[in-house]
């Protein structure tokens, strides 16, 4: 039996994260028309960490970025559109401007060159997988990097690679 | 050529203020790094540099990495990342394989 990676951050490689399986949904909302899964794991919820080396951003819209970690390279979107989108029209608007608050924060931390841990939702956009983030920290430390690749072949191994059958 | 490249390099032996031009060095291995389009960075020699960017060769077979992204990494652990990058070149290759 697979492994059950749901409602956890795996914590990926690149490499690893763009090479996932899409399915189709047939029964899902339309934010969720694709499934991933990574050998046989279903997953929805990711951790990577490179340094941003492309940024583009639409105030008030978005920001796209890319985390190259040295062994790919991941689009990444931050939704800004909180105080515009229908998404959030029901909610709180005291509760939207707080969250607002904290994407436009995240959003200013990304800066070409720094180094990230970025936390988010594996989603599809034009056949490519990519990462819609919920949360930034920006690394200093020169090892962050080396660390984290020791920390995801670990887990790959671990915990989310499937058990080999038994003879 | 064109290849994107992710280095980590050992040191910087020399910097030109006028070409910003960066010379790097491994071991017995040396490169130059085109710094023109990186921004708020002080090079200083000795200092470790990650930089990420497109590798040219020039029709002299000179090779010259032009940086898109730098950053001081003075204080890493060379021989862990040395290591660790072994483990991972593994680790890519046994998921290809799988």
Redesign the interface.
């Known amino acids: 039996m697979p492994p059950n990676l749901h409602n956890t951050h795996v914590k990926l490689?690149a490499?690893?994260l763009l090479?996932l399986t899409q399915t189709p949904n047939p029964h899902s909302s339309s934010s969720d028309t694709i499934s991933f899964s990574r050998?046989g794991s279903p997953l929805s919820r990711v951790e990577i960490l490179g340094?941003?080396?492309f940024r583009d951003s639409k105030p008030g819209k978005f920001l796209k970025f890319s985390i190259?970690d040295?062994?790919g390279c991941v689009p990444c979107i931050l939704w800004l559109n909180h105080m515009t989108s229908p998404y959030f029209s029901r909610r709180r608007p005291q509760d939207v401007r707080l969250i607002a608050h904290v994407a436009s924060d995240f959003a200013s931390l990304i800066k070409?060159?720094?180094?990230a841990r970025v936390r988010g939702r594996v989603t599809g956009y034009r056949g490519s997988v990519q990462v819609t983030v919920s949360d930034v920290v920006i690394e200093r430390?020169?090892?962050v990097e080396?660390l984290h690749?020791?920390d995801c072949?670990r887990l790959?191994r671990k915990c989310y690679d499937p058990l080999p059958h038994r003879k | 050529k064109k290849k994107v490249h992710?280095f980590i390099l050992l040191r910087i032996q020399e910097y030109s203020v006028e070409t910003a031009i960066a010379t790097v060095v491994d071991g017995d291995s040396k490169l130059k790094i085109d710094t023109q389009h990186?921004r708020d960075l002080s090079f200083r020699t000795g200092s470790i540099f990650?930089f990420?960017g497109e590798l040219l060769i020039h029709p002299d077979n000179e090779a010259v990495l032009q940086a898109?992204?730098?950053?001081n990494?003075?204080?890493?652990?060379l021989n862990?990342?040395h290591q660790?990058?072994q483990?991972?070149r593994q680790?890519?290759a046994d998921?290809i394989r799988?």
């Open positions: 490689l490499f690893d090479s050998r340094t941003v080396t190259d040295g062994t070409i060159g720094t180094v430390d020169p090892n080396t690749w020791l072949m790959a | 992710h990186l990650q990420i898109r992204v730098g950053r990494v003075d204080g890493i652990d862990l990342y660790s990058l483990l991972l680790f890519q998921h799988a």
